[in-house]
């Protein structure tokens, strides 16, 4: 069935951009209401597919820019070894407590928060903010207040025994020594709500789920460029606020000392999970 929408064309060389959670094609009204890219004035395609309700509806197009996916398409063959791949390099990577001083070019960090940020999140809201340091003021002060909250979590008993039992394999401790050595500190912070220029605020959307996608691509975006990262989370964490000068409406939501492991480095003998323990296909009843 051909559909004919109004859209507008694709700039040549433009990636794609927009992508929120998606619980309702939203015909007839969008929750975008930035332009991510301008492109030449609306034109008239003719859309082939099964949709009888395709996307966007014609008044959708009319009422807000709309682009056509820059898709590539790739061989079977190719697709499984691209999948491979990544497979393959995301099992390499491994927490990191033990980073070597080496400086890591501010650009790099860049990067992957411009990765990270790529990241789908609730109505195109992208509720977070990257916050990095590689101040040694800064750091020893984020190592003197999380030691200090570890402390009462690991020594005055503010966690309980399952919670020390569950961490004994990874033998961490109230220890952050790799908090001064790593050359970056990012710590990422979620936004509870957004906060305009004009004093206003505005609600956002599936923060959690949103920033939790981010901090996993950022991750990802570390590992690839062949740095190492922690998720870090010593908690209360209300400190990091105070400490990096973040206005009300941010929470911090992890932390990530960056850099290269330091040669050596050991990690526990971990195993992951196989695939039958994390991925059930649900047949047709019969
Ligand atoms: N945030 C603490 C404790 C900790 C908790 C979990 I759950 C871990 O997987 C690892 C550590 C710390 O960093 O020591």
């Given amino acids: 069935m051909a559909e004919l929408v109004d859209a507008v064309g694709l700039k040549p060389a433009a990636a794609p951009a927009a992508c929120e959670f998606d619980s309702h094609p939203g015909h007839g009204s969008s929750a975008l209401s930035t332009p991510l890219q301008v492109g030449p004035p609306a034109t008239t395609v003719a859309v082939d597919g ?37 497979r393959k390099e995301s099992e ?3 927490s990191i407590r033990l980073f070597s001083p080496d400086p890591v070019p501010r650009e790099l ?25 590689r101040d040694p003021a800064v750091k020893a002060a984020i190592r003197a207040a999380a030691e200090e909250e570890e402390r009462i979590n690991y020594l005055e008993n503010r966690m309980n025994d399952e919670w020390l039992e569950a961490l ?3 033998g961490t401790d109230h220890h952050k020594e790799f908090l001064e050595v790593a050359p970056w500190i990012v710590v990422l912070f979620e936004q509870r709500f957004e906060q305009r220029p004009d004093g206003t605020t505005r609600k956002n959307y599936y923060v959690k789920e949103s920033t939790g996608i981010a901090a996993g691509m950022f991750i990802a975006a570390i590992h690839r460029m062949g740095l190492a990262t922690l998720t870090h989370t010593p908690t209360p964490m209300a400190f ?10 941010e929470r911090p939501f992890v932390m990530f000392p960056i850099g290269f492991p330091l040669h050596g480095a050991r990690v ?11 991925f059930v296909e649900v047949d047709p009843p019969g």
């Fill in 109 to 133: 960090v860049e990067e992957a928060v411009l990765a990270a940020s790529t990241a789908p999140s609730g109505a195109h809201k992208q509720p977070w903010t990257f916050v990095g340091t």
């Fill in 92 to 94: 390499r990577r491994r």
């Fill in 240 to 249: 990091l606020r105070r400490l990096l000068g973040r206005p009300d409406n």
């Fill in 168 to 170: 004994a394999p990874l």
């Fill in 268 to 278: 526990p003998d971990l195993r992951r999970k196989s695939l039958d323990e994390v």
């Fill in 50 to 86: 099964p949709y009888e309700y395709p996307y966007p509806s014609p008044e959708l197009a009319a009422a807000h820019p709309f682009v056509e996916y820059a898709f590539e398409r790739h061989s079977d063959e190719e697709m499984a070894e691209r999948a491979r791949a990544f």
